[in-house]
């Protein structure tokens, strides 16, 4: 029943732009903190982004801080990631996550399949 679906990636030119979202159903969202994560090609997933479960707090890995903007609408269910000047190194597949905001019921923890950005002339 939980399921999260990514969409918005695509081929795009570096210093450009594009907004990822990730529609959730089958769990109380808001209840959950908010993750984008990514994996570049020969590389190891690294987490990008987060956003606690009532919006109130976001976290960014250095490589995108001051470029990428995550935030959330608890009434659509979704989450979003804006990617400004991009660069080639931003080139990997996003990943959508969902982890419960209480630590002892963290064992509730979903992925998205996930979405392809590429940024490339």
């Known amino acids: 029943q939980v399921q999260l679906v990514e969409s918005g990636g695509g081929l795009v030119q570096p210093g450009g732009s594009l907004r990822l979202s990730c529609a959730a159903s089958?769990?109380?969202?808001?209840?959950?903190?908010m993750s984008w994560y990514r994996q570049g090609p020969g590389k190891e997933r690294e987490l990008v982004a987060s956003?606690?479960?009532?919006?109130?707090?976001?976290n960014y890995a250095d490589s995108v801080k001051g470029r990428f903007t995550i935030s959330r609408y608890n009434a659509k269910n979704t989450v979003y990631l804006q990617m400004n000047s991009l660069k080639p190194e931003d080139t990997a597949v996003y990943y959508c996550?969902?982890?419960?905001?209480?630590?002892?019921?963290?064992?509730?923890?979903?992925w998205g399949q996930g979405t392809q950005v590429t940024v490339s002339s």
């Open positions: 089958g769990f109380i969202f808001s209840n959950y903190a």
């Open positions: 996550n969902a982890k419960h905001a209480l630590y002892t019921l963290r064992k509730y923890n979903y």
């Open positions: 956003i606690a479960n009532t919006g109130g707090s976001t």
